[in-house]
């Protein structure tokens, strides 16, 4: 079985430091990584994902993260937070040769950054 | 622009009644689009698989006959809650697989069900 390890319900950092957001995970074979953002009593926003190549990988509003095969981890990072940056961030796996009913969601981190 | 939109955004319903959940795809056609659930500080777990032309495929421990899924077109699949209840007072949200990848999903906007 598959899963998603978010380690911290909750991180804060102040405007203008780096932030990480931090995923592992647990699949068979070669994993797909996403990271998805939710505002308040709203949807998931897609920011980027991890299907082949490179390992790094930049996303929307400035985020980027790195695979780590050996540590299978995803970290989300940005070099500068913003405070509209604040909100809850999934990290996400299924293995390539699943089909997409397959992703697992992990429990999730809310994110504040501090003006 | 948004690819996937909810109708409603939010809903409040007395306990016994039914409550349908429209899910739209604006920018492509959807053989398949997908539902979850997600409780308040909680993760989103998959409820069912929706199927255009086809029954849709329930996960582990969804009741069908409660949560009805109807794909009526290649755009459009609801969700009907029946006969709600309290506990299923919840954000419910449904994705649509990107078009011919399947890599991500688009999300539309969820809708907040509170039974009273």
């Known amino acids: 079985a598959q899963s998603v390890a978010q380690p911290e319900d909750q991180v804060n950092v102040a405007e203008g430091n780096p932030l990480t957001v931090k995923c592992t995970y647990s699949v068979s074979g070669n994993p797909y990584l996403f990271w998805y953002v939710q505002y308040p009593n709203r949807g998931l926003q897609f920011l980027l994902k991890?299907?082949?190549?490179?390992?790094l990988v930049k996303g929307s509003y400035g985020f980027e993260a790195e695979f780590n095969k050996s540590q299978t981890s995803f970290h989300l990072k940005k070099p500068s937070a913003l405070v509209s940056d604040s909100a809850l961030y999934f990290c996400a796996v299924r293995a390539a040769l699943s089909s997409a009913r397959q992703l697992t969601f992990g429990s999730g981190t809310q994110l504040t950054v501090l003006p | 622009g948004a690819v996937v939109s909810q109708h409603p955004s939010w809903v409040i319903c007395k306990s016994g009644t039914s409550v349908k959940i429209e899910c739209r795809s604006l920018?492509?056609?959807?053989?398949?689009m997908f539902w979850y659930r997600q409780f308040p500080k909680q993760s989103l777990m998959l409820m069912a698989t929706s199927n255009e032309g086809s029954k849709a495929t329930y996960e582990q421990g969804v009741e069908k006959d409660k949560f009805l899924i109807n794909h009526a077109s290649l755009t459009l699949s609801t969700l009907t809650v029946t006969s709600a209840h309290p506990e299923d007072s919840s954000f419910y949200i449904c994705?649509?697989?990107?078009?011919?990848?399947?890599?991500?999903?688009?999300f539309g906007p969820g809708t907040r069900l509170t039974v009273t």
């Open positions: 994705s649509v697989p990107r078009q011919g990848q399947a890599y991500e999903q688009y």
């Open positions: 991890y299907i082949t190549g490179d390992n």
């Open positions: 920018d492509f056609q959807a053989t398949t």
